[in-house]
């Protein structure tokens, strides 16, 4: 069997920004040991009973269908343990288990990462200082980080990659199903040079919740995060409050 079927397994498994995962790195040093290992010993050390029920079950079907998916789709599959890993994301509180991407996977160890985010609902001021800020950024030799939304995120990939520079994004969804819809040509514009990523297994719709949890590692990969315009509850807010606790 392939290592790669058992790390996409622990990563259908692990619940994404919950403990699980970084307590497995604890007592584990592969995926293929935690399926090996005793199933009561590893209910007693997994605190999510959802996760705890997933990992015992100890069925690959589910990771040898994507990972043939991302074989004949030509995703590719950036595990923890992959040296290309960003070192950034491995120490955040909650690291992603394994990252789907489309696109040029970048230099992580070097060069400069700023995400810039914001609300959806843009004034025309917010328009205005995401595009300026996206492409002054990126003419400097900066790599812009967002989350494709519409909005600012969009507006400021949009200035980056107006001088021909390499974007990141994450996804709340599987690395095949493009949300929003209306940035098709925007995302198909980001894979020529840069990369789209995301932690959620293809196939996954992009619901609410996952959003706020995508929100630590636009931040997490940044040296900076500029929100540029946001309400008291944007979710822009959320990812400058994770900038804050990862330093």
């Given at each position: 069997m392939?290592?790669?079927?058992?790390?996409?397994?622990?990563?259908?498994?692990?619940?994404?920004?919950?403990?699980?995962?970084?307590?497995?790195?604890?007592?584990?040093?592969?995926?293929?040991?935690?399926?090996?290992?005793?199933?009561?010993?590893?209910?007693e050390?997994?605190?999510?009973?959802?996760?705890a029920?997933?990992?015992?079950?100890?069925?690959?079907?589910?990771?040898?269908?994507?990972?043939?998916?991302?074989?004949?789709?030509?995703?590719?599959?950036?595990?923890?343990a992959?040296?290309?890993f960003?070192?950034?994301?491995?120490?955040?509180?909650?690291?992603?288990?394994?990252?789907?991407?489309?696109?040029?996977l970048?230099?992580?160890?070097?060069?400069?990462?700023?995400?810039?985010?914001?609300?959806?609902?843009?004034?025309?001021?917010?328009?205005?200082?995401?595009?300026?800020?996206?492409?002054?950024?990126a003419?400097a030799?900066?790599?812009?980080?967002s989350?494709?939304?519409?909005?600012?995120?969009?507006?400021a990939?949009a200035?980056?990659?107006?001088?021909?520079?390499?974007?990141?994004?994450?996804?709340?969804?599987?690395?095949?199903?493009?949300?929003?819809?209306?940035h098709?040509?925007l995302?198909?514009?980001?894979?020529?040079?840069?990369?789209?990523?995301?932690?959620?297994?293809?196939?996954?719709r992009?619901?609410?919740?996952?959003?706020?949890v995508?929100?630590?590692?636009?931040?997490?990969?940044s040296?900076?995060?500029?929100v540029?315009?946001?309400g008291?509850?944007?979710?822009?807010?959320l990812?400058?409050?994770?900038?804050?606790?990862?330093?």
């Amino acid at each position: 069997m392939d290592s790669m079927v058992y790390w996409i397994w622990l990563s259908l498994c692990c619940t994404p920004g919950n403990k699980t995962f970084a307590s497995l790195l604890k007592r584990f040093r592969t995926p293929e040991e935690v399926f090996a290992a005793d199933n009561k010993f590893l209910s007693e050390h997994i605190e999510s009973d959802h996760d705890a029920g997933a990992i015992c079950k100890k069925d690959l079907t589910e990771a040898e269908k994507i990972y043939d998916f991302c074989l004949t789709r030509h995703v590719g599959l950036l595990t923890y343990a992959d040296e290309r890993f960003p070192d950034a994301l491995r120490k955040i509180k909650n690291p992603p288990v394994l990252l789907y991407y489309r696109g040029v996977l970048p230099d992580f160890s070097s060069g400069l990462y700023v995400a810039v985010v914001g609300t959806r609902a843009l004034s025309s001021y917010g328009r205005k200082v995401a595009f300026s800020t996206g492409h002054d950024l990126a003419l400097a030799g900066t790599t812009v980080v967002s989350g494709m939304a519409i909005g600012i995120d969009g507006v400021a990939m949009a200035g980056a990659l107006s001088c021909e520079k390499p974007t990141v994004a994450f996804l709340g969804c599987g690395i095949d199903i493009c949300y929003p819809e209306v940035h098709l040509t925007l995302a198909r514009e980001i894979v020529k040079r840069g990369c789209i990523f995301t932690e959620y297994s293809p196939g996954t719709r992009p619901i609410g919740s996952h959003f706020p949890v995508r929100n630590r590692l636009i931040s997490g990969i940044s040296h900076a995060v500029i929100v540029v315009e946001g309400g008291s509850h944007s979710g822009a807010l959320l990812t400058a409050r994770h900038a804050k606790e990862q330093g």
